[in-house]
């Protein structure tokens, strides 16, 4: 049974810090991995789809790696902003079906 | 602009009274998904469906109920049987190469 690790679960971090976030799964027979952002009381929405034959993808400030023979993810965050303060999560989706599987999430705060 | 609308975004329920949230995308996407999230806690799957008359039980899907008579619409009923249905409820569709897209989310509470 696939399942998806998130560490640390809350971060704490000053303005201008680079940061990177984990997501670990059990199982390397993975379509794709998406990592998400949250917003208090809001729906989540898409920061990166890596799939299966990439191994990582950018956009901005963030770039996400896919390690599948390791099981891990990583969010790369640079010169973090108040603004990035949110939860993070990443889902992974299995090979052959449509079932996403999710992590418990990252609570960044990002100081001013 | 395309998107997944629900409504309502907050609902209030007494016990004993079935409640339907409602699930509206205009993305022309196949698969739509019905989420349940708790304080604390990841995201659980209640049901999805690949196609229009066709859904599937997700991991926690005891006391809900879902249709896909349509493409572009996937509601979500919370029956009486559901014990403890507060929550966050997300509803959200996957394209082609299955990059999953969320609603904005309907708080459901039980008085």
């Known amino acids: 049974k696939q399942e998806v690790t998130q560490i640390p679960a809350a971060l704490s971090v000053p303005e201008g810090e680079n940061l990177v976030l984990n997501c670990s799964f059990t199982?390397?027979?993975?379509?794709?991995l998406q990592w998400f952002r949250q917003d208090p009381g809001k729906g989540l929405t898409s920061l990166l789809l890596?799939?299966?034959?990439?191994r990582e993808q950018t956009s901005g400030r963030l770039n996400a790696s896919l390690d599948k023979s390791s099981g891990r993810s990583t969010l790369y965050i640079a010169a973090s902003q108040p603004g990035d303060s949110a939860t993070y999560l990443c889902?992974?989706?299995?090979?052959?079906?449509?079932?996403?599987?999710f992590g418990t999430g990252t609570r960044l705060k990002v100081l001013a | 602009d395309g998107g997944i609308t629900q409504s309502p975004k907050y609902l209030f329920r007494k016990e004993g009274q079935n409640v339907t949230l409602s699930c509206e995308q205009n993305?022309?996407?196949?698969?739509m998904y019905w989420y349940r999230q708790d304080p604390g806690q990841g995201l659980r799957l209640i049901y999805y469906?690949?196609?229009?008359?066709?859904?599937q039980k997700g991991d926690i899907a005891e006391g809900y109920s879902v249709s896909r008579e349509k493409k572009e619409s996937f509601p979500l009923t919370v029956t009486s049987a559901q014990k403890n249905p507060t929550a966050f409820y997300l509803c959200?569709?996957?394209?082609?190469?299955?990059?999953?897209?969320f609603g904005e989310g309907s708080r459901l509470t039980v008085l």
């Open positions: 959200a569709s996957t394209d082609g190469v299955r990059e999953l897209f």
């Open positions: 199982d390397s027979a993975i379509y794709n």
């Open positions: 890596i799939q299966s034959s990439q």
């Open positions: 889902a992974v989706v299995k090979r052959g079906t449509y079932k996403y599987i």
């Open positions: 993305l022309n996407h196949d698969a």
């Open positions: 469906s690949q196609i229009v008359n066709d859904f």
